[in-house]
């Protein structure tokens, strides 16, 4: 049997303890809420204060930040990083290696093609 919790040692004597989520074993730390619904691929990455909805899909590489917020039934392709306290709608689909600034809000089902760049604060899409 795998282990479930891991420690990551992210700089100089700074560690940080993740436990495996059991649908993808992907890292979801301490003080995140991640439905056991949710896919979290085992290379990706869910920090402290992010909610992932059920149904929700996060692939290879991908990185949700502190504080952000993933709807019911998002697709979040490969080597995505949502930043801080940035807000995903329902039904949303992320492109690969797409970047999403901090305090973001991607609307209820908007798509973003590969490579896309949402800047901090920005509003992309209709969002509830």
Do not use: C
Request: charged share 20%.
């Amino acid at each position: 049997m795998k282990r479930m919790n891991e420690e990551v040692e992210l700089g100089e004597g700074v560690v940080a303890k993740y436990r495996r989520h059991e649908n993808g074993r992907g890292y979801v730390a301490a003080g995140a809420r991640v439905h056991p619904g949710a896919f979290v691929s085992g290379t990706a990455y869910v920090e402290s204060g992010a909610q992932v909805g059920a149904e929700t899909w996060i692939g290879p590489g991908s990185w949700i930040d502190h504080g952000a917020v993933i709807g019911t039934k998002v697709f979040i392709g490969q080597n995505v990083h949502v930043g801080e306290d940035s807000v995903i709608g329902n039904g949303a689909r992320l492109g690969s290696y797409s970047k999403i600034g901090p305090a973001a809000r991607i609307g209820v089902s908007a798509h973003l093609e590969r490579d896309s760049h949402i800047p901090a604060k920005t509003v992309f899409g209709r969002v509830a």
